[in-house]
């Protein structure tokens, strides 16, 4: 698809695409364990249904779902309770914008960095990656 694309002279975007939903990851996948390894006393969380199983296959870990507001939407949801977890630190993969809600149920929170997969001129495959310590529970 994308060398017929190419032929036709047609410039894909995120919208033109129909393989956009799994492009990337392989790249994003292997910035977020380059940080992981140094943090392996750390579990993995994400807020995403598809970052979590993204994760979980690139990673070859358990990731668990940060769920502050108790949906019961997938199966993550049902058997990734992070209650259980009380106290412990993760390596949160997510956005800036979740940086709040990780105040609200985290002791601290520090930004490592951001891991980028650029895809095309309108779209990257992009995370923000946090150091979250101190699970308090929702």
């Not at 060398?3 to 990851?25: C, I």
């Not at 364990?33 to 690139?58: N, Q």
Request: net charge negative.
């Amino acid at each position: 698809y994308h060398d017929l694309a190419k032929l036709a002279g047609v410039t894909l975007s995120k919208k033109r695409d129909p393989y956009n939903r799994v492009l990337g990851w392989r790249d994003v996948m292997s910035q977020i364990k380059d940080v992981r390894s140094g943090y392996k006393d750390r579990l993995i969380l994400s807020k995403s249904r598809g970052s979590v199983a993204e994760l979980d296959y690139y990673t070859k870990e358990k990731t668990y779902i940060f769920n502050p507001n108790h949906e019961l939407e997938n199966q993550y949801h049902m058997d990734r309770d992070l209650n259980e977890f009380k106290g412990r630190d993760f390596i949160y993969v997510g956005s800036d914008k979740d940086e709040e809600l990780l105040r609200e149920h985290f002791e601290s929170d520090t930004k490592l960095k951001d891991v980028s997969s650029p895809l095309y001129d309108d779209y990257s495959r992009s995370y923000s990656l946090f150091l979250v310590d101190g699970f308090k529970g929702y």
